[in-house]
């Protein structure tokens, strides 16, 4: 450990900041937790990967070919993953933990000479101070804030504070400079800017200078997550701090989704639900049939209508928050994949269904949120025949409903050969990934070559 200042022994009382720091520090992973954990490694290298070649992933990788220290590749490794919206989801956080603590993980096991034993403990424990945090900011704060952002930078800080082995001090110093960092607003979806991806780039940043700085003594707030000009004060309008340690009978990481459709996850039970009604409304009437219909209903709950509700999208990146554009799809196609959105964007039979889709708030959604994430979908089919409707949930993905091993890596593979890389190469990486459980050693990234 680093040189440390004086300071006062902990408090009887120790604040949410030091109890959270003890709780992660004490659990103990399992074997099967760490499998669990090197699915999500898995999953995120497709997203980063398949992030490079798009316009904002050419931006970033443009601004970062010179990056050589540490926190510059974190930033620009997170940045990229977040790109194509294929990235893991925790519903009641309303986070995308991968994005940030997963990058984090694997550049700093690199830099430190670490195994993948360290380095799957580590995004365990990023995942659990993320999703905690995220769990504790109450439902006004997303109204504003991209909670990735705010409560990625705990995650983050987390992560790397396990692998560096930092003493219980440090822990708290790090959460400390974390959160007094936090930030990320949702302004982007005005104009479809490309703001979103410098989220997790900076959080994941951000986390890790912390937890750098608490090695070397660099203090932080005991206080940040409840103080009077902290975290939870500051950024939450209706916070529910007892989410931050709620006892739960296992790690954080195995209540996260993967997602199988490359858009916002307020979409996906929508996106579920109308893949069912196209399969009913196709077998009864014939093959097409969803295609021809009166209007479509959405119902689903209000706290994602500001982000998904955009029946008109005009670029690539906002179609994927399109929950019009996306349920036309899934009626009139199908499916809902990556090519979606960089070739059929202006399908003339998708464009006009999504004109009929109207979207509205239903309260016994509501009520579930964000523990459970619903929607419903009825479709009044052409002339006049019987409404068909679905209700989901749970979407594909879902821990209720998770994906097999086959078809995670089907979507991983078809991820990482957007993103440019060969047969050879995916083969290789996959690998790699899959032996981190056995205690491999870290291996580089692959993206952008000029950066890893």
Known sequence: MGDRPMTSSPSSHPSLTRRLAQMIRRKEPSDQDRLQAERFVRDWLGSFVAGGPTEPGRALSAYGSAARDLESRVFLAAALSHITETDDLHKGSVTHPACVVVPTALLLGHEEGLEGVAILNGVLAGYEAMIRVGSAVGPAHYHTFHTTATAGVFGAAATAAQMLDLEEEEWVWAFGNAGTQAAGLWEFRTDASMSKHLHPGHAAAAGLRSALLGRHGFTGPETILEGDHGFLRGL??????????????????????????????????????????????????????????????????????????????????????????????????????????????????????????????????????????????????????????????????????????????????HLLEAGGLGEAETEELLRDCRHLPENASAFALPWPPETF
């Open 236 to 413: 939450c309008p209706d916070p529910n701090p007892e989410a931050l340690l709620e006892p739960a009978p296992r790690w954080k990481l195995l209540d996260t989704s993967l997602k199988p459709y490359p858009c916002c996850g307020h979409i996906h039970p929508a996106i579920a639900a109308a893949l069912e009604v196209k399969g009913r409304l196709d077998s009864r009437e014939g093959t097409g049939a969803a295609a021809k219909v009166e209007n479509v209903h959405v119902k689903t709950y209000t706290a994602g209508l500001h982000i998904v509700d955009a029946p008109d999208p005009r670029t690539s990146y906002d179609a994927k928050f399109s929950m019009q554009f996306c349920v036309a799809a899934a009626l009139v196609l199908g499916e809902v994949d990556l090519e979606l959105f960089e070739e059929r964007l202006e399908d003339p039979r998708v464009r006009r269904l999504a004109a009929k889709i109207r979207v509205t708030g239903s309260p016994s959604f509501d009520a579930r949120y964000p523990e459970q994430w619903g929607a419903e979908v009825t479709v009044q089919p052409s002339g006049g025949g019987k409404a068909v409707s679905s209700v989901r949930t749970e979407a594909p993905g879902d821990p209720a409903a998770p994906l097999s091993d086959e078809d995670l890596n089907e979507k991983v593979v």
